[in-house]
């Protein structure tokens, strides 16, 4: 029983508060802004022209040697890095033929070394002892010749003994100055010549090493750049000729934009002044710089292409897309002109916040605006719907996407009204609203 009466109030608690009306939510109050009045300048007069984004970088890598493709680890789209691998063709020959040079290049490596370091003491030796040797053998000729010849003055020798002697005293003596050259030359070492000439040998042999390795080194075809690969042109598989495309790549961390501005704008162009680029794809525009300003224009058309460098630290813009560019296009002119802090860009679209006040309050409507050329602090707006001495918004404008309620401030006062809290409406017993009266004041 008692259960069960705990269950019928505890429903009927809940239904009360279910039939409740919930409380009312606290009201907001009116954001604080710092304002600054539409003035006239002197600013350059600007035109809007139309282009396509284009890469700051297209390259079609190629290969430098002929083989089969026998690897390819990226595809269409793919990011790669500066010398991230994109093709790898066989490279069974290409390692033989540095192998088979390298064996020729360690042999005449180790002949040059053999020549540069002498005679061996064993074959000067050997020299030596066969010199000596011939040296003997030509002394004994020497007595024996003087002994025939003796003997043929006393005619117990005949004129062949002596003939023959003399042959082999004269041979005798040709072995000897044999031997003495061998030695003399075995003591001197390898000639200048021959050494130099193993030299160039190697050094020769060398270079051919050097090719081959290089051409295995080819063999892997990497990106020259970081980027993207938009097309490849070979597939595993298939012969790679020497120069043949492998693959084509786009740089993307910057971006070009090319228009073609009018002959009578042109000379306001100087490379290094800044350009406006808004790209309708995305909503967002963005800051580039003029860098190519092209002295050669189109007769018929009469106009001059003109490159202007966006960066593309998001990368967000591909080549391709449309863009409209604002550039300077003629000289100084009075221009309705805002402080840069007073411009909010949404969605692509400039908007400025303008300051209305009544007896109800203060309110801050955004309008869409078009802007031109800027110098320092102050940007150009060429829409039309702002007019000298208008009160816009300078800070606190972020906020501000719809017409909203806002309370001017003092900039002193801004650091320290920020943290303070926000005022209320007039409260029920009729007490007055300070940040109404903070409006109107």
């Known amino acids: 029983m008692t259960s069960h009466r705990i269950l019928v109030k505890t429903s009927i608690m809940l239904a009360v508060l279910l039939a409740a009306p919930p409380p009312a939510p606290a009201q907001p109050g009116p954001t604080r802004v710092l304002t600054a009045r539409v003035e006239q300048r002197e600013l350059p007069s600007t035109v809007t022209l139309v282009g396509k984004v284009q890469p700051l970088r297209r390259s079609t890598v190629g290969s430098e040697v002929e083989g089969i493709v026998a690897h390819m680890p990226v595809r269409q789209g793919d990011r790669v890095e500066a010398g991230q691998l994109l093709c790898k063709l066989d490279d069974k020959t290409a390692t033989s033929r540095l192998a088979e040079a390298q064996g020729r290049l360690d042999a005449l490596r180790a002949a040059l070394a053999e020549l540069e370091a002498g005679t061996r003491a064993e074959d000067l030796a050997r020299a030596k002892a066969l010199y000596e040797n011939e040296q003997a053998k030509f002394q004994r000729w020497i007595s024996e010749r003087q002994r025939v010849k003796a003997l043929y003055g006393d005619s117990e020798a005949n004129q062949k003994e002596v003939y023959d002697t003399e042959s082999g005293y004269l041979a005798a003596e040709q072995m000897m100055l044999a031997a003495k050259a061998s030695y003399d030359a075995a003591a001197a070492g390898p000639r200048r010549e021959v050494i130099d000439r193993a030299q160039f040998e190697l050094a020769e042999q060398q270079a051919v090493v050097n090719r081959y390795a290089h051409d295995l080194a080819a063999t892997e075809i990497r990106a020259p750049f970081a980027g993207h690969v938009v097309q490849l042109h070979t ?207």
């Open 235 to 441: 597939e595993v598989g298939q012969w790679m000729a020497q120069g043949g495309a492998v693959a084509e790549m786009i740089d993307l961390a910057s971006v070009l934009v090319r228009v073609d501005v009018f002959e009578r704008s042109i000379a306001y162009c100087q490379v290094g002044d800044s350009a406006r680029v808004k790209i309708d794809a995305l909503d967002r525009t963005f800051d580039g710089t003029i860098t190519h300003v092209i002295r050669q224009g189109d007769p018929q058309a009469h106009t001059f292409p003109v490159e202007i460098e966006v960066i593309n630290e998001s990368q967000l813009l591909a080549a391709g897309m449309f863009a409209r560019v604002t550039i300077v296009g003629g000289p100084e002119a009075q221009a309705i002109a805002v402080p840069k802090d007073a411009v909010v860009q949404r969605r692509g679209v400039d908007y400025v916040c303008m300051v209305q006040s009544n007896e109800k309050g203060t309110m801050a409507i955004p309008m869409p605006v078009t802007l031109g050329r800027d110098i320092d602090d102050w940007v150009a707006v060429t829409s039309g719907n702002l007019a000298p001495g208008m009160e816009i918004v300078i800070s606190g404008n972020e906020s501000i996407s719809y017409p909203k309620s806002v309370l001017i401030v003092d900039p002193s006062e801004l650091a320290t009204l920020s943290s303070a809290p926000l005022p209320h409406p007039p409260s029920a017993d009729g007490s007055e609203d300070e940040s109404t009266h903070g409006a109107g004041s």
